[in-house]
């Protein structure tokens, strides 16, 4: 058994402890508490919301080179610690160890890449259409951010937040998701420790209604959130209602094509990482694996083979290939929808059964369903767990078709040899990313990340495209 943590909120750069009637549990073996935790509400809230907005002024006109530097040295910090922040991670999360230290790596990469935006803000000179005027475009901080974030990335979701909010000037008030606050706040402990000034970033950790409470503070500029379409829903209500800049991500049902021209090896290895890697807990998860019909019959029985020897078993374990799910919600969602995958003619090819583990915890086995149609609940709905469907189309036009044809559109994939079908498909899929023989899960953090319909609204995350989220423009005319 390791540690139990006793986890605090940060308020105006300092730790402050409250009582602590909630626990994070290893979803590998729940009778271990990783941490106890404090549930805060609207009176840690409103404390966070005015330390940040304090801190304001002299984050936002301090050198750019101060907040790089911090930034930075944030960044070298993760990245010296990934193997004990890895292990945490893959504790309270339950994805494996590998996935864990790749993850937290991935932070310390985000922390350096907006060091790196922080010194690039820029704007533009232009010439007025009035003789004698000029005119100058600037990037400014907006103001105090709040961050609402989810458990399946604890540390790269959080820092890919906080990292360009605080890079362009801002200040920042995260709710950490409730089942993975540890890591979360460990992330923020190491700002701090690399010399954020005090209040530029506060964290309250606690159920649902602290989210509740950043969306409808009024001193909260802004809001970015990742998780489900309802409570994102609500967050954006809860934003346009009081006029506060909002951005959300949410859900997948993400598509990967698999042509009959596909080298069937490499669609495998394709469709298994995208679709059971991290427990299939990922938003760009490939959820539906559209096979064309002269390939249909050997894909499936490879993929089944590769994904009935996938190890299932605790994150730590060196052994394991796949952890559990991160709850026992997570978990039963993955069960019911096999159900309901039975019931609407789907053919469990592997999977589908309780597993009796030697520890207690969440695991799922990971479940391959063929037989499916386009248009049953298990190609429409998130299930969010290592639980695929196949569906057998005869072209390339109807795979097309299938892929464009739920109300998401996050990330879809396709597996071929033909030119011409991948360029065609790169303009036609109906998705904010589009993945050319690569998993439809597992991005690049430099580069814009969201997706078209219901799985994203507002401006894009991360790389050069993060600025327009987290700075506002200001157009000045001046006349000699
Ligand atoms: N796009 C993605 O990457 C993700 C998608 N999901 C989808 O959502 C499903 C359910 O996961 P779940 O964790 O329940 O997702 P939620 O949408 O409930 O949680 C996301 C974040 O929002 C917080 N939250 C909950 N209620 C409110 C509220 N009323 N106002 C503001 N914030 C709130 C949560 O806090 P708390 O945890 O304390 O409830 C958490 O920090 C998954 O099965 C999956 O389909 C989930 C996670 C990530
Ligand atoms: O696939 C990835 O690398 C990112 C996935 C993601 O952002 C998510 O699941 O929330």
Redesign the pocket.
């Known amino acids: 058994m390791t540690e139990t943590i006793e986890l605090n909120h940060w308020i105006n750069g300092e730790k402050v402890s409250a009582e602590r009637p909630g626990e994070s549990l290893n979803p590998s073996d729940t009778r271990e508490v990783v941490a106890r935790t404090p549930d805060g509400g609207e009176a840690e809230v409103n404390a966070a919301v005015a330390a940040a907005k304090a801190a304001f002024t002299g984050w936002s006109e301090a050198s750019p080179e101060l907040r790089s530097d911090v930034l930075d040295r944030a960044g070298t910090l993760v990245m010296e610690r990934r193997e004990a922040l890895g292990r945490l991670l893959s504790r309270e999360e339950g994805k494996t160890l590998a996935e864990g230290i790749g993850e937290t790596v991935r932070a310390g990469r985000v922390l350096k890449y907006f060091a790196g935006e922080a010194l690039r803000v820029h704007g533009q000179n232009l010439a007025s259409v009035r003789p004698d005027v000029e005119i100058q475009t600037y990037r400014q901080a907006v103001g105090v951010y709040g961050l ?6 604890p540390i790269a ?1 959080p820092a890919w937040k906080a990292a360009p909010a605080l890079a362009f000037g801002n200040t920042v008030v995260m ?5 993975t606050p540890a890591t979360a706040e460990a992330l923020v402990a190491i700002l701090h420790e690399a010399g954020l000034p005090k209040g530029v970033l506060n964290m309250v950790v ?7 409470a ?2 409808d503070h009024p001193d909260v500029d802004g809001l970015s ?8 829903a ?2 954006a209500a ?1 934003a346009v209602k009081r006029q506060a800049r909002v951005q959300l ?4 049902k993400n598509p990967l094509i698999v042509l009959d021209d596909a080298d069937l090896d490499r669609a495998v290895q394709i469709a298994l990482d995208g679709s059971f890697f991290a427990t299939g ?4 998860a490939s959820s539906r694996l559209i096979v064309q019909g002269g390939i249909h019959d050997r894909f499936v029985a490879a993929l089944a083979e590769r994904v009935a020897a996938l190890r299932v078993g605790d994150a730590l374990d060196p052994q394991t290939q796949m952890g559990p799910a ?2 026992e ?2 978990m039963e ?1 993955s069960y019911r929808y096999i159900e309901v995958a039975r019931g609407e003619g789907g053919r469990v090819v592997t999977g589908g059964q309780r597993l009796q583990m030697e520890k207690p915890g969440w695991y799922v086995q990971p479940t391959l369903i063929a037989d499916t149609e386009a248009d049953m609940r298990i190609n429409n709905e ?4 290592p639980v695929a469907s196949t569906i057998r189309v005869k072209d390339y036009e109807e795979a097309l078709e299938i892929a464009n044809g739920v109300e998401f559109g ?1 990330s879809a994939g396709i597996v071929t040899s033909s030119l011409k079908h991948a360029r065609d498909f790169q303009r036609r899929a109906k998705a904010g990313m589009t993945m050319v023989n690569l998993p439809t899960a597992g991005v690049d953090y430099h580069v814009p990340f969201g997706g078209s319909k219901s ?1 994203s609204y507002g401006a894009r995350e991360q790389g050069f495209a993060a600025v327009e989220f987290f700075t506002q423009t200001k157009t000045s005319y001046s006349a000699g």
């Open positions: 609402i974030t989810p458990w399946n990335f979701i709710k950490p998701a409730g089942p606690g159920r649902g209604r602290v989210g509740q950043i969306v959130f990742t998780g489900s379409q309802g409570v994102g609500g967050v809860g991500e949410m859900g997948g807990q990922r938003c760009t991160v709850s919600d997570q969602t998130e299930i969010f767990g996050l799985s």
